[in-house]
């Protein structure tokens, strides 16, 4: 018998400040951009229905207030999470350099069953500005490396692959158990 998944699916999005975390969210759930700096979407999380598997579920997805610059993020964030997004700008490489980083991170305060199994997303943001195949070679490298990791790359602008990279966050968060 199929096991039953809970309808809400928690996703959380990691990665330096300033990488486009909450204009990813934005432009995913509300189709909106913002130029102007905007530190957070002023909620703990956004939610956005949608079908994965012919199954209707409710992605919650977590953004952080702008404490990952200068603090940690508390355990509430990371508990329970379905899937994580790690996010780094195609236009600085050492943000890219700080996936290691927040992959520990996460593993470390969330610490699921299976750390080399639970699904990550990495995403290159900002291809808007710049695309420089040798650069994201390494990134698509790194998650190679890794378990189950899975890269895309977008821009929060002007939409490019966002959709596409969360329906695979929904599919790999409805998997996770
Ligand atoms: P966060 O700190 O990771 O949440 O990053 P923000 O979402 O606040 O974005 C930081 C800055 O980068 C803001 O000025 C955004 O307008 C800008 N930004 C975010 N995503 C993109 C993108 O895909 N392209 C461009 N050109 N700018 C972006
Ligand atoms: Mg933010």
């Given at each position: 018998m199929e096991s039953m998944k809970r309808a809400f699916l928690k996703i959380i999005i990691l990665g330096d400040?300033?990488?486009?975390k909450t204009s990813l969210i934005n432009q995913y759930v509300n189709r909106q951009f913002y130029?102007?700096?905007?530190?957070?979407?002023?909620?703990d999380f956004l939610t956005k229905e949608v079908i994965v598997d012919n199954k209707l579920v409710t992605l919650q997805i977590w953004d952080t207030a702008g404490q990952e610059r200068f603090a940690s993020l508390g355990v509430a964030y990371y508990r329970g999470a379905d899937c994580c997004v790690l996010v780094y700008d195609v236009t600085k490489p050492t943000t890219r350099d700080s996936l290691d980083k927040w992959r520990n991170d996460f593993l470390e305060h969330a610490n699921p069953l299976h750390h080399d199994k639970f699904p990550f997303i990495v995403i290159g943001n900002k291809t808007d500005l710049q695309k420089n195949a040798e650069n994201n070679a390494i990134a698509q490298s790194w998650c190679n490396g890794k378990g189950n990791v899975s890269y895309f790359e977008t821009s929060?602008?002007?939409?490019?692959s966002v959709e596409e990279a969360f329906d695979t966050i929904g599919q790999k968060a409805l998997e996770q158990d």
């Open positions: 400040s300033g990488v486009g130029n102007e700096y905007k530190a957070t979407i002023g909620a929060a602008k002007n939409g490019n």
